[in-house]
């Protein structure tokens, strides 16, 4: 037996002659992920700030140099009091925060323009509701809801 023949311990290696198709996308009874429908519509929302990116020992350098006690310090963030009041709204002593009757309590999900976005953009938009999505919502998603007519 030569060499090359035991490397593999007569288990199948690929030798990179076989054509790999990139599929995209894994089907659903492919996924670990619970079931959302279509993954297009999952979306993304991306974090607030870069994670890790601002504290000491994110290059190789850094974290042979090691951290000090000061900088450990420093990273640290004091417990704040809880604050007396109500606890309503964002201040205290106050009555809470007043329900706003211009905008309406129920969440719209996706929205999609009545021609399907094949149209070009006007001024006026007029869209109607798809439903919340698989995903998290963006802020902006998140902001829009259904105002009842009166």
């Known amino acids: 037996m030569t060499e090359a023949q035991a490397w593999g311990d007569d288990v199948y290696q690929p030798d990179g002659s076989e054509v790999q198709d990139d599929v995209g996308l894994l089907d659903y009874e492919d996924t670990l992920e619970g079931p959302v429908g279509n993954p297009l519509d999952t979306g993304y929302s991306p974090p607030e700030r870069p994670l890790g990116a601002e504290h000491t020992g994110v290059t190789a350098a850094e974290r042979q140099r090691g951290e000090s006690l000061d900088e450990r310090l420093a990273e640290e ?51 109607r509701d798809l439903g919340i999505d698989g995903g998290a919502a963006s802020a902006e998603e998140a902001a829009m809801h259904i105002i009842d007519e009166e």
């Open 77 to 127: 963030e004091p417990e704040l009091p809880l604050l007396e009041g109500d606890g309503l709204g964002d201040t205290t002593d106050t009555d809470g925060e007043l329900l706003d009757d211009q905008v309406g309590g129920r969440r719209a999900g996706r929205l999609m323009a009545e021609d399907e976005g094949t149209a070009p953009i006007r001024a006026e938009l007029n869209a």
